[in-house]
């Protein structure tokens, strides 16, 4: 096709308006467009390309069709009018496939050419495909454009149930969408949470858990290894666990990727995206490019805000006025009715990062402000996302905010009363009357009179009028009322369990239980940790302590865990681990020895050696070879010994009375049956068993947690020893006649420890701490022993599984494999 | 033409919070760390105290407690934190379509070394 005929500015050559061309009829394509028209409607002849059927409509409002809450009319944002009034000729349902620069023309499918004087490339981008078998089936749909809403709501209009693959945005918007619908939802999710680029830990996980309320099943962690199919159409998903989840349709939204196809044969720069200069300028003069495809300062992006700013930048650059791009800080908005989901910058947290962190368990509300030099960095807010703009626009200008430190979380109206800024001044201006503590009802009067009554701590408030006791989310304003007053007069109260809370350990295991949380983020959530995801040293005690509580219903978390007890074997200052299996009370037999003969020599440990525990430890072994080591030993009827555990550890025994002429009771044969009794179970601390035959206490039953001495008449039984490096002797717990009342008074007085302990924290502090007549009493009461021993022995049904056995059969294969050898000869090749 | 980045396969094969190692025949071994908050990072895994293998420490934020005397490593730039002083080579890393990619020159090179270190020595 020849140049355009209408010369509308006169008929001098030269005069002609320059054509404009332009690829992709989408949100990017048409706004550069409008800008352009905006601010000079004469310059140019323009021919719009769209690969899709259909005017230009509003992309993001996709997920209101799909939801129902709008129709395709109502998101339209060009009607076929506007075109036509604007003298633009749009060529939809026509894919350009090539771009010939030499002859400045594009060609597209249908075979028309159109010559250009400048060309715009704003392809936007193509959804991310997982390369699965399967992907091709019918019934695996994208989520982009309209054919894949109608094809969602084809889907949802026969019912049944549909598998969304990726939790991101895009993929929970589908989800919601077609759970209104009426189909049955499930949502496989990589990561570990909702959402994680937009999202933390605490957020991902409310999100997480107001969708299941709602009816969908969400599967993080969840790897898609096959999606199934019958007869050409898909039947289910099947997740590398062997999961399988029955499917009439698939919606992939894992990811999108910049659409650069046809820049990247026309041999334009091209990187993860069209490169493009502050004008918008690819690496040839006559062809601009906006919009997803793009890579602009080394960021692709994929909301529309930043398409705005370019297209702006653009538009001003073609018309002469150029002023520049420099890039977008962006933030994030989930639209799914009834959720209130707000990000925005950078929340991975860094050197120097501060988190600012306020929860309400009640409302349930969550929010974060990330501060780093004092300017905020980045904001991540659930539940009451009012002051989104705010902080997101306090993070765009780089506000210094020093002066509304204490207030920021508090959100703007807060934040911007003066005075009252200052948290302390806010409260003192309550009245008497205001209410304090919603969980108690305890008014500012209440408190106040409770602190002038002696109540000089939190703790000590906490004890008297309640305030603060419950969910803790009004200890902020119970300090304030301590230090308004008595000034500085407030005395500290018990140690908290870690930075993170203003609870102790008592105070979170009590809470656990009566309130029923079975989950690391619902503990912080409820009871308001200050930090996003808690620290190194609540998180292992937590994870104790809801395995404590919880037993078989809990999911132990490996990453709270020390290496040693992720790794189940004592690393060794070279790296390499020791590997002590069980030797039941210290007994071994031919076929063990013969084992661990044979390990040794196998797997070439460099030494072994008779433990202080009474068994044989085996060092130098390597992670990657520590699976098949314990599948030897396995072999040999021996099971993980825990020496790295804050577990049970080693029942050591003499030989007593089978063979010694001292001996009383057959303390060898007790000891085993303790130690079959006890093995696998995790405790605060580490915890030793010793049983000795006669008062001459060969197997040192008086410096261990528990120990026996057996005499005459009975058994002695010894709490709260300890060897190590304060040497503590046992105290006389009682004395029982029976064996196997001396197995019951170990399982109850085990599983008092184990639910009262603080974490880190063995038996011989903890007993010095609660009192000896403490454990006495609690163990004396009315069939206290049958039910402590009935819950210590419930909880050992799930934990005595030998976990050498399971990674020995391949569980968590990644935790002793390289992920890759690195040959230089072959990267070479590569 | 070889790439100047060595593709090492799906971040999937690392779980958050833990790390997995890559051998480098005839070099030095390196640590792949995916945090908690899903970034990720490669260093040597060679604690700058006493070359304890950072792989199998605790990960909390963008730091990596060693397991051998808890030294806390910063896996931004592989500098020992608070009072430790001594730094890890880092090796350049990114994520695309779900793939890790290490630099591959640092990869051999057995990685780079913190600026501000640099500087220091100068
Ligand atoms: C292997 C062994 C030494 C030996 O060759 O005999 C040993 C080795 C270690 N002991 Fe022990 N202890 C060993 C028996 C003991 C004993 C003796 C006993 O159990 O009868 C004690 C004193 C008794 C006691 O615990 O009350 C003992 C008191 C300690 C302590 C101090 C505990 C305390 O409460 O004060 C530590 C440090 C700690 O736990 O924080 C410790 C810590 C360690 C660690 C785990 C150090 C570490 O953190 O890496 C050592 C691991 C070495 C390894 O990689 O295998 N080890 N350790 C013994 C293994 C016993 C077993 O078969 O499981
Ligand atoms: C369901 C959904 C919800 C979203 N929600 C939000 C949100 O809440 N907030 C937000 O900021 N962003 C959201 N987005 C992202 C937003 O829609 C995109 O960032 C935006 O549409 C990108 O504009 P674009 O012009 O670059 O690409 P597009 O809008 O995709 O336009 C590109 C157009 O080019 C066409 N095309 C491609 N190749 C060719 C070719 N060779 N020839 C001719 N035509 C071609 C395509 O068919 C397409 O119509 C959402 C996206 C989706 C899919
Ligand atoms: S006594 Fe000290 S050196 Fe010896 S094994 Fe125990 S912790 Fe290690
Ligand atoms: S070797 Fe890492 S802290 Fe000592």
């Keep these: 096709m020849n140049a355009p005929m209408n010369f509308e500015k006169g008929d001098l050559p030269g005069q002609t308006r320059e054509r404009l061309v332009v690829i992709g009829n989408g949100m990017a394509g048409c706004r550069a467009v409008e800008e352009i028209l905006a601010r000079d409607p004469e310059r140019f002849d323009v021919t719009i390309f769209g690969a899709e059927p259909r005017v230009n409509y509003n992309r993001i409002m996709l997920s209101p069709v799909l939801a129902g809450e709008k129709t395709f009319d109502e998101i339209v944002i060009n009607t076929q009018e506007w075109y036509e009034e604007n003298s633009i000729t749009l060529i939809s349902g026509d894919k350009v496939d090539h771009i010939d620069r030499e002859a400045m023309t594009v060609i597209a499918a249908s075979g028309r050419v159109e010559p250009y004087d400048k060309l715009l490339i704003a392809t936007g981008s193509d959804p991310f495909i997982i390369p699965v078998p399967g992907k091709d089936l019918e019934g695996v749909v994208t989520f982009r454009d309209l054919d894949d809403v109608d094809k969602m709501l084809d889907a949802a209009g026969k019912g049944g149930n549909a598998v969304v693959i990726g939790g991101g945005l895009l993929g929970l918007e589908a989800a919601h969408g077609l759970s209104l619908r009426g189909m049955k939802v499930t949502v496989i999710h990589l990561m570990p949470t909702l959402m994680e680029r937009q999202l933390d830990e605490a957020a991902g996980w409310l999100l997480k858990t107001e969708l299941e309320r709602r009816g969908q099943t969400i599967l993080t962690g969840a790897n898609t290894k096959e999606i199934l199919g019958e007869g050409g159409k898909v039947a289910g998903v099947l997740l590398e666990d062997g999961t399988e989840i029955p499917a009439d349709i698939v919606v992939m939204a894992v990811g999108i990727r910049p659409a650069t196809g046809l820049a990247k044969t026309a041999g334009l720069d091209v990187e993860r995206g069209i490169m493009v200069d502050d004008h918008m300028v690819t690496s040839d003069p006559a062809i601009l490019s906006v919009g997803e495809c793009v890579q602009h300062r080394g960021m692709c992006y994929g909301l529309v805000a930043p398409l705005w700013e370019m297209c702006r930048a653009l538009a001003d650059f073609v018309t002469e006025s150029p002023s520049g791009y420099e890039g977008s800080i962006t933030s994030t908005k989930l639209k799914v009715s009834g959720i209130d989901v707000f990000s925005a910058g950078d929340f991975s947290g860094g050197e120097g990062c501060e988190d600012i962190v306020m929860r309400d368990a009640a409302r349930g509300v969550y929010k974060r402000v990330i501060v780093k030099e004092n300017k905020v960095l980045g904001a991540v807010l659930y539940g009451d996302t009012a002051d989104g703009s705010w902080y997101f626009d306090l993070m765009k200008k780089g506000d210094d905010v020093s002066d509304i430190r204490e207030a920021l979380i508090f959100g703007q109206a807060f934040a911007s009363g003066g005075a009252l800024a200052d948290p302390n001044a806010a409260v003192a201006a309550l009245s008497d009357d205001a209410e304090i503590c919603g969980c108690n009802g305890v008014s500012k009067g209440t408190v106040v009179k409770c602190i002038e009554g002696g109540a000089h701590s939190l703790d000590a408030v906490r004890g008297t009028c309640k305030a603060s006791a419950s969910c803790g989310s009004c200890t902020g304003l119970v300090e304030s009322l301590l230090a308004l007053t008595l000034g500085g007069e407030v005395e500290s109260g018990p140690k908290t369990m870690c930075k993170c809370t203003s609870f102790t350990h008592d105070d979170v295991r009590k809470h656990i239980v009566e309130k029923q949380l079975r989950e690391m983020p619902q503990i912080m959530q409820e009871l308001h940790w200050t930090t996003p995801d808690g620290c190194a040293s609540c998180r292992p005690a937590l994870n104790y302590y809801l395995l404590c509580a919880w037993p078989g219903e809990y999911e132990d978390d490996q990453k709270s865990r020390f290496v040693n007890e992720r790794m189940h074997a004592n690393i060794q200052k070279d790296g390499t681990y020791s590997v002590v299996p069980r030797m039941w009370g210290g007994l071994t037999n031919p076929t063990e020895l013969r084992a661990i003969a044979d390990v040794v020599e196998k797997y070439d440990a460099p030494m072994v050696k008779v433990t202080g525990g009474q068994r044989l430890d085996i060092f130098g072994i390597k992670k990657e070879d520590l699976p098949a080591v314990w599948a030897d030993l396995n072999a040999a009827g021996m099971v993980s010994g825990h020496a790295y555990g804050k577990s049970l550890r080693t029942v050591k025994t003499c030989v007593g009375s089978e063979w010694c002429r001292f001996g009383t009771q057959d303390s060898t044969g007790l000891g085993v049956k303790i130690e079959r009794m006890t093995w696998g179970s995790w405790m605060p601390h580490k915890f030793k068993i010793a049983v000795s035959g006669c008062p001459r206490n060969c197997a040192e039953a008086t410096i261990k947690d528990f120990g026996v001495v057996c005499v005459d008449s009975g058994y002695e039984l010894h709490i709260a020893g300890n060897g190590g490096i304060k040497v503590r002797a046992t105290d006389l717990l009682c004395k029982v006649e029976t064996e196997e009342e001396a197995l019951d008074v170990c399982a109850a007085f085990i599983q008092l420890y184990r639910e009262e302990a603080h974490y880190l924290e063995r038996t011989a502090p903890w007993v010095e701490r609660v009192g000896l007549d403490y454990v006495k009493d609690k163990l004396a009461e009315e069939g206290a022993i049958e039910t402590y021993a009935a819950r210590f022995r419930y909880s050992q049904q799930f934990m005595q599984d030998d976990p050498w056995a399971k990674r020995a059969a391949g569980e968590r294969k990644d935790l002793h494999a390289h992920i890759a050898t690195v040959r230089p000869l072959e990267m070479e090749k590569a | ?122």
């Design chain 2, 1 to 122: 033409m070889i790439g100047d980045w060595l593709d090492i396969g799906p971040i999937s094969q690392i779980e958050a919070g833990t790390a997995r190692t890559l051998p480098v025949e005839g070099g030095e071994e390196i640590a792949v760390f995916h945090t908690m908050r899903n970034e990720f990072f490669a260093l040597l895994n060679k604690c700058p105290h006493k070359q304890g293998p950072l792989s199998q420490g605790i990960v909390h934020g963008d730091v990596v407690t060693c397991p051998l005397h808890n030294w806390n490593i910063s896996l931004r730039n592989g500098k020992a934190l608070g009072d430790d002083e001594g730094c890890v080579p880092t090796i350049p890393l990114k994520v695309d379509a779900g793939r890790i990619y290490l630099l591959r020159s640092a990869v051999v090179g057995g990685g780079v070394t913190a600026p501000e270190q640099n500087r220091a020595a100068a």
